[in-house]
């Protein structure tokens, strides 16, 4: 990984290229990650794998974290490899929650990483987050049909309760669980 | 017509060579009787019962039924796996008959759920069962078919058996081969006739049930067909599985 | 007159096999010279089939035996294993982990209980360490038994499922000696392992260890000179490595092609940095290559293990941190302390500071990695796992467009997927 002086240097140079395109750094438990602005992700992504010196050309995983009750709502990580160095370094781009029933938006890295269309579609399904450019953009794993954005906090995780004999007797017995 | 129990037949028609020569005639005279019809009456019942197994039709049907059960391999998840072992050599399910998998339903006697049955597998999962041929027996193999298992979340369907008739359920997670090959078993004797009792009449516990709601607020109908029904099944037990003292009384 | 001739056309038609002319007339197709081959016709493989390897479903666009598109249709074992993990406390989260991915089982357990380490910032000590990679080589192998005998089946080579479901079965029984359980064992806890090996499991590891490289001989010489597993798998499904890593396939899939990585040997973990092995890698990428790169990974692993029975530490099996880790049970009758401590762990749990991580390992098909975010509460905030099929299962797609449908069925094998790990 690089250290955390070497974290600032990179999210100097690319707020130099690119105004306002890293919001914050952290470095934690050896791991960097760059907080980027969700406009700009794509030519965030885009300088950390064709600038020389940088080169992170793998990406290992596109996932989705919903951060609930924090602001911004979601982050999209990006974890980037590259595999002569042996550096991970990861890219979260930070996306407020639109509301109401407009759905995040984030342009997709497909034609930089051909590896994110699954991922990205994963993204979508399990959190409703829309990626831009995004060749064939449903869901994945979950029926095709399905409503709802299951790993969002506030969906329930569902389940039923189970009907143990001693609650038959009340009439509310299904709120046990 | 009884099933003629096997040792009354070796007794009275030995399978082993003719002592003597004179044995040996006696034998060939008394089938030459048989043939040109000379044995009559209680000698040509002995000699029939001698040769001869009888049974009824339903027996015979369903002893070939539970021998000889094609399994349509439905692996879902790791449960697919332990279900695997138990062709291999070490539980080598093929001595019960059972080891010729069909992949397709249609060729297939029985059902062996394998794991979790998400939302979106069930209706894939009926549409096979649906086109198994009669008679067919479904085994649910694992917790998660069975009843959900630990996955009690939007994803998974709670049990085979909200969706389809689930014949039998193997707990596990997995379940040992062995535990799979006991529960085949167990389907083999249900499908024999004679299933294994309920622990309630094999540890004499009957009249512990708890009611759900009750035994005051049970309707008298209500323990009535209860009654009846424990009798009605008491009444199609086989005499030796039915005993009238508990174990150590 | 015309019945004569209509019934003279008849009979010239009976003359030339009617049934084969008619039938070319009736399907005689689309394009303007007539080509049979010119129809795709669109059939759908799975999810109930016996030879995806689990429940996918495969959207297929064929010319004549020639695949021309390809669509995976995955989610039919979806479990919702990672929204679970959110309700549950840390060390109940391990066994549901453990079943995404349901024949590396340690490796998931080794990426969760590694994450949680990492954020407590709890050392494991060096026996649990030679502990855990002698069980993550034990599992790798075998997973790639379990991969071997069943693609051996999809190819044709039905006696190979027996020898590997047997070799496999001496496994399990030493899951079985060690954890008590043969599957999913949730041997690994935070911290360490879950308890101590018995005493001789050390002699049976290594009678085990003496006995499997014979066994991989015999099963190369069932497979290597075999002329039909040949032509079916030799340059079949090459994908060029470059195409490989921008679609992020690692694992035997990404060795075969040509390239060293693994994350054993640039990032170790556990006790991989003690140990001695080679990494095997092939040349061309393709299907031979594969199943060579993975029998020659079985024959490392025995190495590892036999290096990790003969040099096994004394030493704690756990870490003797008491907010995180059990008190042994003799002092819970002594010490007011132990028995809080006892109290907390298995009540509420141990609550790790707000943080993120991002662990990878290396699984018999890939990258592994685990990422969770803990909020300082008793129960992780997001678990999710990067499972190498889901990402390896895009290469599918460049592997058979352009070949014969029973190449898929090779390439599929090859791929190594497990349905549980891609859906989760």
Known sequence: MPDAPGLELIAQEINDAHEGAILGTYHERGQACLISDPDQILEVLTWLRETPGQEYHFLASVHGVDYLPAEPRFGVHYELLNMRRVERVRVRAALPDPGGDQLPELDSCVELFPTANHQEREVYDFFGIVFRGHPDLRRILMPEDYVGWPQRRDFPVGGEPVAFTVHERDAAWYEHE | MEVVRREKLRAAAPLEQPKSREELRVRQLRARDLLRGDLEGDELQEHVEDSVLTTTLDKVLNWGRANAM?????????????????????????????????????????????GRVSIKMAPVVRRIYDQMLEPKWAISMGACSSSGGMFANYAVVQGADKFMPVDMHVPGCPPRPEALLYGFNKLQKKILGHPDPGWRRRYNAEGTEEWARGADLATPEEREAYERAREAAAAAMPMSTRSSSGPGA | MSETVAHSETLERTDEDPVGKHAIERTEAVGPDGDLEQELMTINMGPHHPATHGVLRLMLSLQGEVVRELKPVMGYVHTGIEKSCETKSYWKVIPFVERMDYLSYFFQMQAFCGAVEQLLELEVPRRANWLRTMHLELNRIHSHLVWLGTSALDLGAMSMFFYCFRDRDRILDLFEMSSGQRMHTRYFQVGGVMEDIPTDFGARVLDFCDEMPSRVDQFEAILNKNEIFLQRTKDVGIVPRERLLELGVTGPLLRAAGEPWDLRKVSPYAAYEEMDFAIPVGTVGDGYDRYRVRAAEIRESVKIIRQCVEGLPEGPYISDDRKVCLPPRDELSTSMEALIHHFKLVTEGFRVPPGEIYNPVESPRGELGCFLLADGSAKPARVHFRDPSFVNLQSLREMCVGGYIADLIQNLAMLDPILGGIDR
């Open chain 2, 70 to 114: 094609f399994p349509a391999t439905f692996g879902l998840a790791c449960c697919a796996i332990e279900m695997m072992s138990i062709v291999s050599p070490r539980y080598d399910i093929a001595r019960f008959g059972a080891e010729a998998m069909r992949a397709s339903p249609r060729q297939a006697d029985f059902i062996i759920l394998s």
